[in-house]
């Protein structure tokens, strides 16, 4: 609808688009293509550790090698020294390698492991001289990498598996000197003579804490009678404590006591108290209640000092095991010290082990040239230029000139500040319209000598 509206301003930059389009078309220069493949050698090697363990995998790396190798600046310029020197492009460039790079094409087939090369030039027949210098040059460079690298490579080896060896004698007598210096004879952290002795110390020291742990509650019990006040109740409450009641010395003394009571209970009965023989028992069970609370006295006694002593014990203890702990974690800082240097040594021999057989591996391979790229197809140039397509080149064109028109009208109808329809009333005033009088030719505008007072025309336009 708006390129309609625009027609005109739309055709106008259409034809102008097409005939710039068509103007850029008519000054490409046309460029001849030559075409050449290579294909990457996956047969079997002479020997196993000669070949490439990248052949036949999911890795395409090795394509991509020979394609960065092709597109490489010394293949280029051994491809323009020689076949493209007479071309006049490349004539008064300060790099003209720069600008063979932009036409050599290389595309790699990862099913048929194939690499197609391309080049492009203004002569059919220096782009097929062009490609050939391209791929011998390619050659030619491969073949000098190999013996580079082999040479390179078994210098490099010779050298590293000389270190490697200084290195794990050295590795082998630092973790003996170590070894021999710290006293280390067992390499178990938690079997060892240190461990063994502590978990020992600490078995004595739990089975310490729970006899005292039974001492304390014993000695708060017996502190805990002795606050009681009166010396008989003080006696029984010690009694009712079975740590007391229990000690032999406190048995023997309370059934000496119960006898001497059953005794008193008969003379009693036959004497008064007033009688020699009623204050003979009086006072031997005065003797033997004071005996009885001495010897509850010595049970206290010795409760508390076995708790005490036990306590002392569980210091002791405790500081024999700070102290075993302490040698135990030197100990075992020691052996993580040894495993790193047993850990060194085997890293050392891993890699002298490894050195020496890739050292004697490149030996071998350095004897046999395998080239692991090979001339497919020669080089063909195509008949005709591959850069010129007309039917392409015209629809480019064309659409060119759809787009150009089509944004020209855009733009003309964006320019436009004229108010058209209801919808863009209402964004302009921002109002709701309540109705619309649609065009009557023979209807004068309001205010412009229309006749306000007969408005036949506007009602007759609201009725229909």
Do not use: C
Request: charged fraction near 25%.
């Amino acid at each position: 609808m708006i390129a309609w509206r625009r027609k005109a301003a739309a055709a106008v930059a259409f034809a102008v688009a097409l005939t710039v389009a068509m103007v850029a078309v008519q000054r490409i220069t046309p460029l001849y293509e030559a075409q050449a493949s290579l294909t990457v050698d996956r047969s079997r090697q002479a020997i196993d550790f000669a070949a490439n363990p990248e052949f036949g995998t999911l890795d395409y790396g090795l394509l991509n090698i020979q394609k960065e190798m092709l597109l490489s600046r010394p293949v280029l310029e051994r491809a323009y020294q020689g076949g493209l020197t007479d071309n006049p492009a490349y004539e008064g460039l300060n790099d003209p390698v720069a600008l063979l790079s932009k036409r050599v094409f290389v595309k790699t087939n990862r099913d048929s492991w194939v690499i197609q090369v391309s080049l492009r030039d203004e002569d059919r027949d220096r782009a097929k001289r062009g490609l050939d210098a391209l791929v011998q040059g390619f050659m030619a460079r491969q073949s000098e990498r190999i013996v580079d690298r082999s040479r390179g490579a078994v210098e490099f080896l010779t050298t590293q598996t000389d270190e490697s060896r200084k290195g794990l004698e050295e590795a082998r007598l630092r973790e003996k000197d170590f070894r021999r210096e710290k006293g280390i004879q067992s390499i178990d952290p938690n079997q060892n003579e240190l461990a063994q002795r502590l978990n020992g110390m600490i078995a004595q020291k739990v089975e310490l804490e729970r006899q005292i742990a039974g001492a304390s509650a014993i000695v708060e019990q017996l502190h805990a009678a002795q606050k009681v006040e009166g010396p008989a109740e003080r006696v029984r409450a010690l009694l009712r404590i079975n740590e007391v009641n229990a000690n032999p010395l406190v048995a023997e003394q309370q059934q000496q006591l119960y006898a001497m009571e059953g005794e008193r209970v008969q003379l009693a009965e036959r004497y008064l108290e007033k009688h020699p023989r009623m204050l003979e028992i009086e006072q031997r069970l005065n003797t033997k209640r004071q005996q009885l609370e001495d010897a509850v006295g010595i049970v206290v006694a010795s409760s508390e000092a076995r708790a005490r002593t036990m306590a002392i014990e569980l210091e002791t203890l405790s500081a024999s095991i700070d102290d075993q702990s302490a040698k135990l974690s030197t100990y075992r800082a020691d052996l993580i010290s040894l495993f790193a240097l047993g850990e060194e040594s085997l890293l050392r021999l891993r890699l002298f082990d490894h050195l020496s057989t890739r050292l004697g591996e490149e030996q071998v391979a350095s004897r046999l040239e395998a080239r692991p790229v090979s001339l497919l197809n020669p080089a063909t140039a195509s008949n005709g230029p591959v850069n010129v397509q007309t039917p392409l080149l015209l629809l480019i064109a064309l659409v060119v000139g759809s787009v150009a028109a089509l944004a020209t009208a855009m733009a003309r109808e964006a320019l436009d500040r004229r108010v058209r329809g209801v919808e863009q009333i209402e964004e302009l005033t921002a109002l709701p319209v309540l109705g619309s009088v649609p065009r009557v030719d023979a209807m004068l505008p309001l205010g412009r000598g229309g006749d306000a007072d007969k408005p036949q025309e506007v009602a007759e336009a609201y009725r229909g």
